[in-house]
């Protein structure tokens, strides 16, 4: 097992403080060797990943996108086919010290509480109210939902869409006192846009909510609205008067999370991605899903090991399943 | 109320007969004035739609995709939100005597009969073998639900497409004795390619399976697999071994018919479509969903009256809500 320790940039909002460490672990699907035929595209530019530093990590990238671009060379894959997926919280922004969609669930508590007397004395809405995460978490996933209910659904999908623009961009991160959607890796933004560059198409694939990321991913990511694959709650279609809405139900649709998100990539594009970025026990099914079949394949895992400029926790949360999977023997 | 008839090629196995007439209805969403400031891009090319007949449908056609790609006007439409759905079955392709998709169920049946003897007495399978259809058709939903399952599910979601592309590559129409992939409407094909010329990104949004459509989409329409929304079964993922597998349950997923295209649309797609092309009753949600909206729109319903080199089945069959509906009176 080799693992590759290299120092990143966090955040558009760390550019200037370099030279921290976090680990970016590079999973190396079957490495097929590539018959060099001429300088790659890849080659060509000049370092399309300059918050990287050099290391494993950085030149497996580089390596997989060379041998997959060149014409001739026996990984070769049509552009077509360059399917990249990512998951989001964690690994393209901050997840600390709640999901950001937990951030914006809490805030709409406070926003209604006025129209909702009741929620003071009922458990989630009131652990809600009076910002006690302990009693929140022991609410379990049942509270979990039931809160979702209560401040993503029973309105239309434009309102919905208007609420998060409104929250995206005013809410603040309780730290970093930034807007989260400034909160996002470097790093990966430019595997993100060197990716795309060489002709893939890249995925966002979420536990997170479809509609909530896709307000912002296209301005953040570059990742438009029908490249995200995420959770979503059902929704209904009706006529009001002349006026066609569509409502959202309080009701879960599907959850894109662990062996969801190898579904939902194959009800939404419908192609196998042959790279995979992750970041927890949740994307476990999804490198799977991309790095275990025939062909030159990637797959790679942010770990989080920076408590200065980010938080560490890696080891500790989010990686038992991920650290005894077998696709990390291939390390 | 304005109905333009025109001649239009049922595919391009008829190109060599023209001069037949089917109807094609344009409706029109709110059509506001558009401002010439220069030449447009879809008038400067030669003809895009050599297989229409000159007329209004074709004409609007053409003036749509004017306005809304020219910058300046006050019509123009970004590339990214240029989004035209389209209904595959009657819209796209031939969908008699019997939808495609079913003719594929029914010679699965008979495929498959040998290792289920005890289909010869049970009623749907019976009336398939038999090539009974009055009795399948009496057997309602229920029936066909099961028929589904018993030929789509159970099996991976890899050998299920293994199973499609060997019969969409040899089964041929009982009428017309063509590949069914050769029974594709030429001027759709037209549009299509017009549109995609013209910055459009085209989805075929249908009440068909979205694995079924997704095996010959790319080479028949030029509609890639993420750009499919069709109706599903659930999926489940699992690790058999170290292979990593999609299965197909026999449990229905989403019927993306009707009020449900607006709602496969939202899923998928995650824009409102500018353009939507429909044939029947079931697209008139989202021939709803992609007009009634403000700025310039498109809808457009293909019409069968041509039972020589098609099939004349208009009125009778489809038409009910959809000759109703309001969008109608937009003509």
């Known amino acids: 097992m080799k693992r590759t320790t290299l120092a990143v940039l966090f955040g558009a909002w760390l550019l200037d403080k370099l030279h921290r460490r976090t680990v970016l672990t590079a999973l190396l699907g079957s490495v097929a060797g590539a018959v060099v035929l001429s300088k790659s595209p890849a080659e060509a530019q000049s370092d399309p990943l300059p918050s990287w530093n050099d290391g494993k990590a ?30 989001n919280d964690g690994t393209l922004w901050v997840e600390h010290p709640m999901y950001t969609q937990l951030a914006f669930a809490l805030d709409r508590v406070k926003t209604l509480a006025p129209q909702h007397p009741e929620w003071k004395d009922k458990p989630p809405f009131k652990a809600a109210l009076d910002g006690d995460m302990e009693t929140l978490s022991a609410s379990g996933e049942h509270g979990l939902v039931e809160l979702v209910m209560a401040t993503h659904a029973n309105m239309k999908v434009a309102e919905f869409v208007g609420v998060v623009k409104e929250w995206i961009t005013t809410a603040r991160h309780p730290r970093f006192k930034r807007l989260y959607t400034e909160l996002v890796y470097q790093p990966m933004l430019e595997v993100m846009a060197f990716l795309g560059a060489n002709g893939f198409k890249t995925f966002i694939v979420s536990g997170g909510g479809i509609e909530f990321m896709r307000v912002w991913s296209d301005r953040v990511y570059g990742v438009p609205p029908e490249q995200i694959v995420g959770s979503s709650i059902k929704t209904r279609f009706q006529m009001e008067g002349d006026v066609p809405e569509l409502l959202r139900l309080a009701e879960v649709n599907f959850i894109n999370d662990g062996a969801g998100k190898p579904v939902g990539i194959n009800e939404h594009i419908g192609r196998r991605p042959i790279a995979a970025f992750g970041n927890s026990d949740g994307d476990l099914e999804m490198l799977q899903w991309a790095t275990k079949a025939s062909g030159r394949r990637f797959g790679l895992i942010v770990h989080h090991t920076d408590g200065e400029r980010e938080y560490a926790y890696d080891q500790d949360t989010h990686f038992g399943r991920l650290g005894k999977a077998t696709l990390v023997d291939r390390i």
Chains 1, 2 share one sequence.
């Open 58 to 87: 950085k030149q497996s990238i580089l390596d997989f996108v060379t041998a997959v671009t060149r014409e001739g060379s026996t990984d070769f894959v049509p552009a077509p086919e360059r399917i990249a997926t990512f998951d």
